[in-house]
């Protein structure tokens, strides 16, 4: 397992048009999160999954975007009519949803995938 | 909500010298989990260390440890004999049931 991986790295797009992202989580992760990291920030958490159920979404996940994780494997974040505002890094990370002991509650990221929306 | 305040926005440090991070966080829970994680240029977050709210001793990684204070809600991060590779951005994070909030960084330089 080579952990959690990202694609695309980089999208250029122009204002207006949709753009999706995908998430490959470490195998055995139930866990699945996506933040946002904005230039000079701490990611902001945008949603996330547990199996295939999108347990909770923040107030910043507009309507114009959409996330869904089929089967409980991979996930991707869909940016619909994408605004110069949605310029960032999206940030993908998955765990294991254990109580205690090694590794519990520990996000493992992605490298990301960095929007510039024109 | 709970809150985590990182108040050095940029740091730096002496190779081979100690430098400490500070991060106070806000939150009315008794069990939770703090953690630092580590963001190189253009390279994706990794875990530095992990420390689980009951447990009263400091966590500690190689010349990574912290310093938990949970009645003072701070959760500071040194790094003892810091090496050219210590450059970074820092966030400290802090979790319960909900997802990772995070703090807004702390930018670690380190001079040769």
């Known amino acids: 397992d080579t952990g959690v991986s990202q694609n695309p790295r980089h999208k250029i797009t122009k204002r207006g048009q949709n753009v999706t992202f995908r998430c490959d989580p470490i195998?055995?992760?139930?866990?699945l999160y996506w933040y946002r990291q904005t230039l000079g920030q701490g990611p902001e958490f945008l949603t996330y999954?547990?199996?295939?159920?999108?347990?909770?979404k923040s107030r910043l996940l507009s309507d114009r975007f959409s996330a869904e994780r089929p089967k409980g494997s991979f996930s991707t974040l869909e940016i619909q009519r994408t605004e110069q505002g949605d310029s960032a890094m999206y940030l993908c990370a998955s765990s294991l949803d254990r109580d205690r002991g090694i590794g519990a509650n520990v996000l493992t990221f992605g490298a990301g995938s960095r929007l510039t929306v024109l | 909500a709970q809150t985590v305040t990182q108040s050095q926005p940029e740091m730096s440090v002496q190779e081979a010298e100690t430098v400490t991070l500070s991060c106070t966080y806000d939150t009315s829970e008794s069990d939770y989990y703090l953690f630092w994680y580590k963001q190189p240029p253009s390279r994706q977050m990794i875990l530095v260390i992990r420390?689980?709210?009951?447990?009263?001793q400091n966590a500690t990684e190689n010349r990574f440890s912290v310093n938990f204070q949970k009645a003072a809600k701070s959760f500071s991060l040194k790094i003892s004999d810091s090496q050219l590779g210590d450059a970074a951005m820092y966030f400290c994070a802090y979790r319960r049931d909900t997802p990772l909030v995070f703090g807004k960084g702390t930018r670690l330089s380190v001079i040769a």
């Open positions: 195998s055995e992760h139930n866990r």
């Open positions: 420390q689980e709210a009951y447990k009263q």
């Open positions: 999954f547990q199996n295939e159920a999108q347990l909770e």
